[in-house]
């Protein structure tokens, strides 16, 4: 994951170069003004209890917008992904217009999944379901029936595929997993860091690889992991360890967001350099946590984004995407980006974050611990677990 010449350097705005100003602050000091007082508690139930999952998924997750993807994985008009989340069948279609539209995977004659499967990127002009062939286009809307003399009163205008609220939004595809409601405000709900995304300019990236699977771990756990630096020396001692810091970090909430800034192994240089030339991916890594289940992390020439899709108390569909600044133009970068993506998407990720969040899940119930404690350097997950709770009380105000 070491810097590479094939990377456009993204350009801070001013909230990201502020944060990078306390980290060049902070550099030499034992501890950060962001730490909380105190030590806090977490209570290992929410880990495993089933009733809070249900109540996770009625309060969060069918009421914010989520992030599916990066639009570059559907380049093409008429490619498609179907993926089942929350159990909804999505289906996920690029029009002929070049718009995204997320429908449910379910025909409006008695119910057929329109593309059998989950994960692959497909291709058709239509969608001819295979039980009795009703055929609709790219947009939803049904075109043909066969045997249409036997429907005399049926409407084709209702019957089109019913649609989620979709949109994209620095090149990232966000739903709403409500077919009862019409409009996704995906600005709104970022906040402050819609413009840390502009700045990033993730939409010119594009879609190197998707690895989507099954892990038996609670979704908060490998949330928890991404909100920390205490464990990379440790967890990450034989992969990253050596291009980090010991435990410099610098973060900040934004709404129920969290941004985190984390130091390099050359982060000292940038102290003698002028702010302009001060490199977010070079000196440091940032870390984007959306509430309540993506990350992207902004590794030295490629992004990462990551959901957390919770399937179970126990388990999730972890989906880890990878962009890169510009298709592979030779063997070399070739060779380049699949190293980098199996060290990041095997190695880091799988081997050693899932690893460590299934073995924890593993002795969750055993009551060896009736609360976890947090260090006060563990303050953005205190904070994102501060906002779950919120949510779950009913207080949509967090
Ligand atoms: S269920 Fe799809 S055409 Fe009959
Ligand atoms: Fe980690």
Redesign the pocket.
């Known amino acids: 994951m070491r810097a590479s010449a094939v990377i456009e350097q993204p350009n801070m705005n001013e909230p990201l170069a502020q944060l990078f100003q306390r980290l060049l602050d902070e550099l030499e000091q034992p501890e950060s003004v962001e730490w909380d007082a105190q030590e806090s508690t977490l209570n290992p139930a929410i880990y495993s209890d089933p009733a809070i999952l249900q109540k996770e998924i009625d309060r969060i997750f069918r009421r914010v917008p989520l992030c599916l993807g990066h639009a570059d994985q559907l380049r093409e008009p008429g490619s498609m992904l179907a993926r089942d989340l929350f159990g909804l069948p999505l289906l996920l279609v690029r029009d002929r217009a070049g718009e995204i539209n997320v429908f449910l995977n379910v ?1 409006r ?4 999944r329109l593309v059998a499967g989950e994960g692959e990127v497909c291709r058709a002009s239509t969608l001819s ?1 295979p ?4 055929t609709y286009d790219l947009n939803g809307a049904l075109r043909v029936v066969p045997g249409a003399e036997a429907f005399p009163t049926l409407d084709k205008a209702t019957r089109g595929l019913r649609r989620l609220p979709a949109t994209v939004r620095h090149g990232l595809i966000w739903a709403l997993m409500d077919p009862q409601q019409s409009v996704i405000d995906v600005a709104g709900f970022l906040g402050g860091l819609d413009e840390d995304l502009a700045a990033l300019d993730l939409k010119s990236h594009c879609f190197y690889r998707q690895h989507a699977r099954k892990r038996k771990t609670n979704w908060k756990l490998m949330m928890d992991a991404f909100q920390e630096v205490y464990h990379i020396k440790r967890l990450h001692a034989r992969t990253i360890a050596p291009f980090f810091l010991e435990r410099k970090a610098a973060g900040e909430g934004v709404g129920p967001h969290t941004r985190i800034l984390v130091g390099r192994d050359r982060f000292a240089e940038a102290r003698d350099l002028p702010p302009q030339q001060w490199d977010l991916r070079r000196h440091a890594t940032l870390t984007h946590v959306i509430f309540p289940n993506s990350l992207i992390i902004y590794h030295p020439d490629s992004t990462s984004h990551m959901g957390m899709f919770p399937t179970a108390p126990d388990e999730i569909l972890f989906v880890h995407t990878l962009f890169i600044p510009h298709e592979p133009r030779n063997d070399k970068e070739r060779g380049h980006w699949a190293r980098n993506f199996a060290m990041i998407d095997e190695g880091v990720f799988g081997a050693e974050d899932l690893f460590i969040s299934e073995q924890i899940q593993l002795g969750v119930r055993s009551g060896a611990n009736d609360s976890f404690v947090l260090g006060r350097f563990e303050q953005h997950l205190r904070r994102f677990h501060e906002h779950i709770e919120a949510m779950l009380r009913g207080n949509d105000d967090s």
Request: aromatic share 20%.
């Open positions: 025909c004659h008695r119910g057929a379901c039980y009795h062939a009703w």
